[in-house]
Each structure stands twice: as C-alpha cells, then as structure tokens.
C-alpha cells in the first residue's frame, strides 16, 4: 500500500507562499529526494499551473544549479494528477485531469503498488485532509511570519490529531515537522 503524503512549505505563521519561503538548493535537494520516492504527485489548479508555468522550461533550458535541474527533470517525469472544475485541458506531460475529488478512487490508488503519491496544493490537503486520506504530513516551516495570505489549513472542519515522527532542520533555519495522524478507535 502506498501513502499518500501532504508535503507542502508554509511560513510560521501557517502561510503557504512560494515567493517567501527559501528555496536553496538545500531545500531543493531534500525535494528531490522525496521526488525519487513519489510514484504520482496530486495538484489543484492554481499549483499545477505555477509548477506547469516554470519547470517545463528548467528542463529544455538548465539553471546550472544542480539541485534545480534535477528538480526539474524529476517532476517533469513523475505521473501527476490535477484537479480543477474550470481547466478543459492541461498540457504538462505524465498530467491527467480530473473534475472531482473521489474518496473511493484515491483509496483505490493507495491500495496500488509503487512509490507514494505526494499531495502538495493547499487545498487538497485540506480537502483529502476531511476525508481521512493523508498518511503522512511533511511541512516544512521556514522561519518567516508573513502576517497575511493563504492559510494551510483555515478550512478545516474537524480536529485532526497528530503524532510527531521525525524533524529535520535546513541551514537556512527551516524545519520540516513529519506527523502521521493519530486513527480514532471507534469506541474512542
């Protein structure tokens, strides 16, 4: 069975923006290798489309930096699945669209052999989150506080308890906090 991991950077103060975290090539390499590790990456539109916008183009023109062009071959060849109600069509290769969130279809898909899927646009954490899908959540914190923009998890609607696992600390001062959700039993 593979998990299904919501892997996402965000600022202390529970912010996820691309533009104010730090993407170093250290973060970079620590991407890549949970890039090795994903046998599909799941995105909502506004994700997919900033990562479609970018990396594609990584590839036919490399940075130089290594960690980068790496990155960008890596997600380039990983199968992916978006989710949006107002994309018609999406041109990034190994990228299927789909209209509508469905628990049994993404059970289905854990229950298959490979690698893990990675979930990593806020709102599909959230909404996956809802449904009890996430198996694991990798989120790294950097150490920012941007005092406005969009929020992890502000559409939350019930408790989620969680277990640390692991920690790991970047140079830069940003931490990825790893937590499994802790399953209710059923008479508790």
């Known amino acids: 069975m593979r998990k299904l991991i919501a892997a996402i950077n965000m600022t202390l103060d529970g912010f996820c923006d691309h533009t104010a975290v730090i993407a170093d090539e250290e973060l970079h390499s620590h991407y890549?290798?949970?890039?090795?590790?994903?046998?599909?990456l799941i995105y909502g539109r506004?994700?997919?489309?900033l990562m479609e916008s970018y990396w594609p183009s990584v590839v036919k023109n490399p940075t130089g930096i290594k960690s980068f062009d790496e990155f960008a071959i890596?997600?380039?060849?990983?199968?992916?699945?978006?989710?949006?109600h107002t994309l018609k069509n999406v041109d990034w290769k190994n990228t299927i669209l789909k209209g509508e969130i469905i628990k049994e279809e993404i059970s289905a898909l854990k229950q298959q052999a490979g690698k893990d899927?990675?979930?990593?646009s806020p709102s599909l954490i959230v909404a996956l989150s809802q449904l009890d899908l996430?198996?694991?959540?990798?989120?790294?914190?950097h150490p920012i506080v941007l005092g406005s923009g969009l929020r992890l998890f502000k559409n939350i609607e019930h408790r989620i308890d969680l277990?640390?696992?692991?920690?790991?600390?970047?140079?830069?001062?940003?931490?990825?906090?790893?937590?499994?959700?802790?399953?209710?039993?059923?008479?508790?």
Do not use: M
């Not at 140079?171 to 508790?188: M, Q, R, W």
């Open 46 to 49: 506004i994700t997919y489309q």
């Open 163 to 188: 277990k640390l696992l692991n920690t790991k600390t970047f140079d830069s001062g940003a931490v990825t906090l790893y937590y499994e959700p802790i399953k209710k039993s059923v008479n508790g």
């Open 117 to 120: 899927i990675f979930v990593g």
């Open 74 to 84: 890596l997600i380039d060849n990983i199968p992916k699945i978006v989710y949006s």
């Open 134 to 141: 996430i198996d694991e959540y990798q989120l790294c914190v």
């Open 32 to 40: 890549n290798e949970l890039l090795r590790n994903a046998g599909a």
